[in-house]
């Protein structure tokens, strides 16, 4: 049997028996680490945000660099951020994101190169206030990505080329880059990373992927790019889950409906939130607030030992169904590194307190931690 590498191995080694010398020498081993022991069935990453990656937040950056072997920045390379203005790139944070990375040898995961949130109105407008030509929106494209892309050629791994473009039904968001450009936009921005860094990975990244309808989508969407004979890696599937959202068997449908597609699936943007959800239980829509009500509240000083016990085991449920996949799932990916970071807190109602991540707001372990590394350790091939 296995022994479970998260106990402290500790060796007394005697070695006045031993060597004859009269000192009694301790060896430790080092506790098992979410990065150590998923070592040989995929990436575990997590989201950063400015503290962490420009050297503020040194509680975090000591879990960061002990527990994760992959990062993505959470904000810095959205396009309102990196390209703010026509002609002018703003590369500072993203610079500073990639330094770290390297500096620490992580996986490093471009976020997102299209996307129709936090996106400059500039890029689709003309100095008129209208939408510009079909033509022009593909050359901002292009210059974009490949500007971003080429920027990074060699440092950074894989890209959340498309971010969120299709809807829970199946159908195409309309967005700006839809409307003005049509459903070509998404293989084109494909082809233009790939062109930009022949190398680096590419992938299509989006949330509600349980669903039925945005699955079916999804499947056609990247079958039609592959059609075309461009290059596609993977499906992010974001996890922003919820008690009882999604059904777990649903989940686990579209994992495989992807695979099958022969690209790798990446569970992306992990987070599991114990709140109540005051609009029915699916999505990670920014734009879909809703406003503060106290009800909506439960836990502001603390989870009962009982909703921690289930939030738990609800975790646990997804970690087994990502072993059991390991052969397919190239990434796990949580969406920051302890509770008091993540989104959830302001999402989709303000100033609520969630528990969503693997580390507390002390930036202790949770239960969850232990666990995890203790099954990855019965699931081996
Ligand atoms: O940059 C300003 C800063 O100048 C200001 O001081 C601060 C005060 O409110 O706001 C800052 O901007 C916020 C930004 O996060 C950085 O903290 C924005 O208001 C806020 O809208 C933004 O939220 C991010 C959201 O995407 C929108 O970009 C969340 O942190 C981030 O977790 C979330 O991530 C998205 C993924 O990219 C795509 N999938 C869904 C996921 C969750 O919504």
């Known amino acids: 049997m296995k022994t479970i590498k998260n106990t402290i191995l500790a ?10 010398c009269s000192k009694t020498t301790v060896e430790t081993e080092a506790p098992a680490t979410l990065k150590s022991a998923l070592a040989d069935k995929f ?19 000591r879990l960061i660099k002990e527990q994760f072997s992959a990062i993505v ?23 500073r994101f990639v330094d770290f990375g390297e500096a620490n040898n992580l996986f490093i995961t471009g976020h997102c190169l299209i996307w129709h949130s936090q996106t400059p109105q500039w890029l689709f407008v003309d100095e008129q206030g209208k939408d510009v030509s079909r033509e022009v929106l593909i ?63 590419l992938y299509y990244n989006d949330y509600s992927m ?13 079958k039609s790019i592959q059609e075309k004979g461009i290059r596609i890696d993977g499906i992010g ?19 495989t409906a992807f695979a099958a597609l022969g690209v790798n699936v990446m ?54 169904l990502f072993f059991k996949y390991q052969d397919k799932i190239t990434r796990v990916t949580l969406w920051g590194v302890s509770d008091g970071d993540s989104w959830k807190n302001d999402w989709p109602v303000f100033g609520r307190t969630d528990y969503a991540l693997l580390f507390d ?21």
């Open 11 to 20: 060796m007394a080694l005697v070695c006045f028996a031993l060597s004859g």
């Open 43 to 61: 990436y575990i990453g997590t989201a950063l945000n400015q503290a962490q990656f420009t050297g503020v937040d040194t509680a975090s950056i």
């Open 73 to 95: 920045p959470e904000n810095c390379m959205k396009s309102e951020v990196i390209h703010p203005e026509e002609g002018r790139f703003d590369f500072t944070q993203a610079d």
């Open 139 to 201: 050359e901002r494209m292009k210059n974009h990505i490949t500007a971003v892309v080429s920027r990074y050629k060699g440092k950074i791994k894989g890209w959340d080329v498309v971010n969120e473009a299709i809807l829970d039904d199946g159908s195409y968001r309309e967005s700006k880059f839809y409307t003005i450009i049509g459903e070509e936009f998404i293989p084109l921005a494909f082809q233009f990373a790939h062109e930009a860094d022949p190398d680096v990975e």
């Open 210 to 222: 349980a669903n039925e309808g945005k699955r079916n989508g999804v499947v056609a969407m990247v």
């Open 237 to 255: 599937m974001q996890g922003h889950i919820g008690m009882q959202y999604p059904a777990i068997e649903e989940f686990e449908k579209s994992l």
């Open 267 to 320: 569970i992306t943007e992990l987070d599991l939130t114990v709140l109540p959800s005051p609009q029915g239980d699916v999505g990670a829509d920014v734009a879909q607030t809703v406003k503060y009500q106290q009800e909506m509240n439960p836990y502001p000083d603390g989870l009962p030992k009982e909703v921690e016990a289930a939030w738990t085991a609800r975790f646990n449920e997804f970690f087994k």
């Open 361 to 381: 707001r002390n930036y202790q372990p949770k239960p969850i931690v232990n666990l995890i590394i203790s099954e990855s350790e019965l699931t081996g091939f």
